[in-house]
């Protein structure tokens, strides 16, 4: 196999019923695979739950599992920067962890290391409201539009990329959804090869997502054309 050390970590925003579990199991998949080392990091974007009390119980059981985190909520896109920032192994994996997708599941971006540098995870089929499905198909088609992105499924919180892409990619001025948008128009334009698989996805059982949320798009979408004028008008910025 060739990804020998793996990191993976996790946005956390409120998600005190669920990250227990999460990390528990994507331990139990990582202790399973022949991996040289590994690390679990939970992002905890400034919870006002007790979704760090929980992490920090985990950590004093395996030191491979760390918490790191903002003061206050700072949002998903900061979330994911700060997770990439924070790891430490070449190859780096993400996902969501409400518990809508199955860690077991990383088996299929790991045979694709070898044909790719950004290994996106798509949702085969989305367990998300219909509100959330329209938001989404929104970006994806601002996405293709305006920007040339070519992905199946830009917004899937499941995904393995290289360390290296990232550290070649700064800055990342986007915040919220539009950070992934950015990330992957930064790195198609960069010549990064790119792989897909196909990942179940689940209805969440704990908690409230936010992506939906009316501040929230009207944030993305107020990054999402800063993002565009920089990438059209100002070349070194972007």
Not at 158 to 166: A, D, N, P, T
Request: net charge positive; hydrophobic share 40%.
């Amino acid at each position: 196999m060739i990804v020998k050390s793996l990191s993976v970590f996790f946005p956390a925003y409120n998600e005190g019923e669920n990250i227990k579990k999460t990390v528990l199991d994507v331990k139990k998949v990582l202790d399973g695979l022949n991996l040289k080392d590994y690390e679990i990091i939970v992002v905890n974007d400034g919870s006002k739950d007790n979704t760090a009390e929980v992490v920090t119980n985990l950590t004093k059981q395996d030191k491979r599992i760390r918490l790191v985190g903002h003061s206050s909520n700072k949002g998903y896109g900061d979330a994911l920067k700060t997770g990439f920032s924070s790891s430490k192994y070449s190859w780096v994996a993400f996902m969501d962890s409400d518990g809508q997708f199955d860690f077991s599941e990383i088996t299929k971006f790991l045979e694709k290391a070898d044909q790719a540098d950004l290994i996106l995870g798509y949702r085969l089929t989305r367990a998300d409201t219909i509100l959330r499905k329209v938001f989404t198909w929104g970006w994806k088609t601002l996405a293709e539009i305006f920007l040339g992105l070519q992905v199946r499924d830009y917004s899937c919180g499941f995904k393995m990329i290289k360390r290296e892409v990232f550290d070649s990619i700064q800055p990342l001025h986007a915040k919220e959804k539009v950070t992934q948008i950015e990330m992957l128009v930064k790195a198609q334009r960069k010549g990064f090869k790119f792989a897909e698989v196909g990942v179940h996805h689940y209805p969440r059982k704990f908690g409230l997502a936010t992506g939906a949320n009316f501040y929230v798009v009207l944030r993305s979408f107020r990054d999402f054309m800063k993002f565009w004028l920089e990438l059209n008008f100002n070349k070194q910025k972007a």
